[in-house]
């Protein structure tokens, strides 16, 4: 049977799967299907599959690891592109680390710690990729990982081009992009640490994530962005959210913050979940969360 898509498959190297499930590609296990998923070979594919769905006005969106996104039941009117093939990571300075957007945040560290170099430790237990992390501006005990960036390589309209932080605004969970942007690439500016350093940094990281967010049941991490001055799971704890459920999903017994998929959960479920949440925590402390999840796509 012929798709719209025949034309795109006859010049492309990389993969491209049509109606896939992004339940598949989710941390939370729940979101109906991308029309199309397309994982580019190289620099050259994504520039023919950027000019191919801009020339057709079909959306595109950059998924990386799918640990802070809740895709809706109705799935993706568009292309997902996963960057999972642009995994370079290399040594660019003395102290200048160049990762590639599908490189996994864990891996730059090590990278970077064979060399002798440090500053990135509190994104080891941050699970996904570059691109998702300098979307996010991920970040762990009050440092984000833009703060360590210098530059980034973007794909932006049908040209790849450099910007340094300077000229570019960001924040708590926050980067300004232009929509469609992809980020390709990171320039971080580290510093020289000794190996056994990182080891212990990595270590602690990841003990007290086993011990505070070991929740046993699959989640995006925190659900919600801390408000200024105040941490989200104390306010939903204050509200009486802790373990609320709504059908699959549940606002963990483990951390407040986490909303997890307890088996079976939609994405429509969370959603619902989610609302009532921010209801009751506006009601007891006047305070309106705001999701660090991104909520993408279409009802059912
Ligand atoms: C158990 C657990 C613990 C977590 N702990 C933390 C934490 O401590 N701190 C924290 O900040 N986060 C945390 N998170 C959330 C998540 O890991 C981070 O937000 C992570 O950076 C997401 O990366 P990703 O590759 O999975 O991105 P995705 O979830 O795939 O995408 C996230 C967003 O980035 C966009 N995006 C992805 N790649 C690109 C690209 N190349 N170009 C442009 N846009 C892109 C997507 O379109 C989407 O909007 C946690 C999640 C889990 C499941």
New binding site residues.
């Given amino acids: 049977m012929s798709s719209t898509f025949d034309e795109l498959r006859a010049a492309f190297r990389g993969e491209l799967k049509e109606n896939e499930p992004l339940s598949r590609?989710?941390?939370l296990k729940v979101g109906g299907p991308a029309d199309l998923f397309a994982v580019p070979a190289d620099v050259e594919d994504l520039l023919a599959l950027v000019s191919w769905l801009d020339g057709r006005g079909i959306a595109r969106?950059?998924?990386?690891?799918?640990?802070?996104?809740l895709v809706r039941d109705g799935g993706i009117r568009g292309a997902i592109?996963s960057?999972e093939r642009?995994n370079r990571i290399e040594q660019v300075g003395p102290e200048l680390v160049r990762a590639e957007?599908?490189a996994e945040?864990l891996a730059v560290i090590r990278f970077a710690q064979e060399r002798g170099l440090g500053g990135i430790g509190f994104?080891s237990?941050?699970?996904?990729?570059?691109?998702?992390?300098?979307?996010?501006?991920?970040?762990?005990y009050g440092e984000?990982?833009l703060g360590r960036t210098e530059c980034l390589t973007?794909l932006r309209g049908k040209e790849v081009r450099d910007f340094c932080m300077a000229d570019l605004e960001y924040g708590y969970?926050h980067l300004e992009?232009q929509p469609g942007?992809?980020?390709?690439a990171a320039l971080f500016r580290l510093e020289g640490r000794e190996p056994h350093l990182t080891s212990a940094e990595i270590r602690k990281d990841l003990e007290l994530?086993r011990s505070k967010?070991n929740?046993g049941f699959?989640?995006?991490?925190?659900f919600f962005k801390n408000p200024p001055g105040q941490a989200a799971w104390r306010l939903i704890d204050a509200a009486g959210m802790r373990g609320a459920e709504v059908g699959g999903a549940q606002v963990s017994q483990v951390h407040s913050n986490?909303l997890v998929n307890r088996g079976g959960a939609t994405a429509q479920d969370f959603l619902e979940l989610a609302g009532r949440v921010k209801a009751a925590v506006l009601e007891t402390s006047g305070i309106s969360l705001e999701e660090?999840?991104?909520i993408?796509g279409v009802d059912a």
Wanted: hydrophobic share 45%; glycine share 20%; net charge positive.
């Fill in positions: 590609h989710t941390s969106m950059a998924m990386g690891g799918g640990y802070n996104l592109v960057l642009f957007a599908g945040n994104i237990g941050i699970p996904g990729t570059v691109g998702g992390a300098i979307r996010m501006n991920a970040g762990a984000g990982i973007l969970r992009l942007d992809l980020v390709l994530r967010h929740v699959p989640s995006a991490g925190s986490f660090e999840v991104r993408v």
